[in-house]
């Protein structure tokens, strides 16, 4: 029975032009810190996959900085040190997070712990502004905020607009988590007035463990978190994944002339899917509405069921599906996102994330739904 990959939030399928890049990229000799021909030909690879990540978010290439993820990333720029596109480098004495944040955020990269405020977010999951304009005017020194774009488990998107407002009128410095908004919602560093995002290439098909930094100006800076080697501008030592950023690169050229036609063709899967969930299991419910979200994410919640009972009848179907975040599997406790968004632990434990993507047909929708279908009349069968 050919499988059913409703997933995409935790991993992508690699496109096939990110693997023929990546093929391709194994035949070259050479290592781009060299300056013979056979180094000079890995280093146009890795400039013109710089150029393609830049171009996906309207970025500049010189201010691209390869890393081996979102976490490597989080942790690298979340620092005392960083320096923010004013070029003020007086250092910064207080981090500000959101309650929905990835744990690599979370986790407060190079702060510590005292230094961190977590400022909560409303039922819909989207950053609570009054409280940040709070926390941004406390006293404490200068702050810089870390919010995600978009939530890899609800799909919310937060109002990025209104927080880079509320950081340029504080004085403030702001990091976007863009790593599940890229290549699910336009993305234009400008716009998003921020001082730097980061992205992961695993997200849009591209390859797992390669990602990037991307500043707002060459002036924005930040403390190396790997040291020793002149590679990446200085800025990140360490000989670079050629055959990931090539397949990084490949993979933001494929779905970028695509991608408002793409949002347009997953949002109603998506919405089709989330009507039919409701008349199976009237007592289910989408979680993050009214606020907008990105078009391929859906997190339901269903009453009665267990949601990690469900992804396992679901996966005995041959369909694969989530509780949440692939970075939370294991684990006991309920999400932190849904807690913090008021739902209580027996609403979180009964959700179910579908995650659509670029290989996403609507077969595969009605057979998610034919079998959620199956598995609601199981456990009503067992109540009975």
């Not at 702001?174 to 790593?179: I, Q, S």
């Not at 919602?185 to 921020?194: A, G």
């Not at 090539?246 to 899967?269: D, H, I, K, N, S």
């Not at 632990?345 to 998610?368: N, Y």
Request: one cysteine or more.
């Amino acid at each position: 029975m050919t499988r059913v990959y409703l997933d995409h939030n935790a991993t992508t399928p690699l496109r096939p032009e990110a693997r023929a890049a990546m093929v391709a990229a194994l035949d070259v000799t050479g290592n781009a810190s060299a300056v013979h021909r056979d180094g000079r030909a890995a280093r146009r690879l890795i400039e013109e996959a710089r150029r393609s990540v830049a171009a996906l978010v309207q970025g500049d290439p010189r201010c691209v900085t390869f890393t081996s993820g979102g976490s490597e990333a989080a942790a690298t720029l979340l620092a005392p040190g960083f320096v923010a596109r004013d070029g003020a480098s007086d250092g910064f004495a207080r981090l500000i997070v959101s309650a929905v944040e990835h744990s690599c955020v979370l986790a407060g990269g190079r702060f510590a712990p005292g230094a961190m405020d977590v400022c909560p977010v409303d039922d819909a999951g989207r950053v609570d502004l009054a409280r940040l304009a709070d926390l941004l005017a406390a006293e404490g020194g200068r702050a810089l905020v870390a919010v995600m774009a978009a939530n890899n488990e609800t799909g919310v998107v937060q109002p990025l607009a209104e927080i880079a407002a509320l950081c340029r009128a504080h004085g403030a410095a702001l990091v976007v988590d863009a790593v599940q908004a890229l290549g699910k919602m336009p993305l234009d560093l400008s716009r998003l007035d921020c001082d730097a995002l980061f992205v992961s290439a695993h997200k849009i098909g591209g390859p797992q463990g390669v990602g990037a930094i991307v500043t707002a100006s060459e002036a924005v800076g930040y403390p190396s978190l790997v040291r020793g080697g002149g590679q990446e501008g200085r800025r990140r030592a360490g000989t670079e994944n050629l055959a990931g950023i090539a397949g990084f690169g490949a993979a933001a050229v494929a779905l970028a002339p695509g991608l408002t036609a793409e949002m347009q063709r997953l949002v109603a899967l998506r919405d089709w899917l989330e009507r039919e969930i409701v008349t199976i299991s009237g007592a289910s419910r989408a979680v993050g509405l009214p606020a907008e979200r990105l078009p391929n994410t859906s997190l339901t919640v269903h009453p009665g069921l267990e949601g990690e009972t469900a992804v396992i009848a679901l996966d005995l179907a041959g369909i694969a599906v989530s509780t949440g975040s692939a970075c939370a599997s294991g684990k006991i406790a309920p999400s932190h996102v849904l807690a913090a968004m008021g739902l209580s632990a027996t609403e979180a434990r009964s959700a179910l994330r579908v995650s659509l993507g670029w290989t996403t047909t609507p077969a595969d929708a009605e057979r998610f739904v034919a079998a959620f279908a199956a598995h609601v009349r199981t456990i009503a069968a067992r109540a009975a």
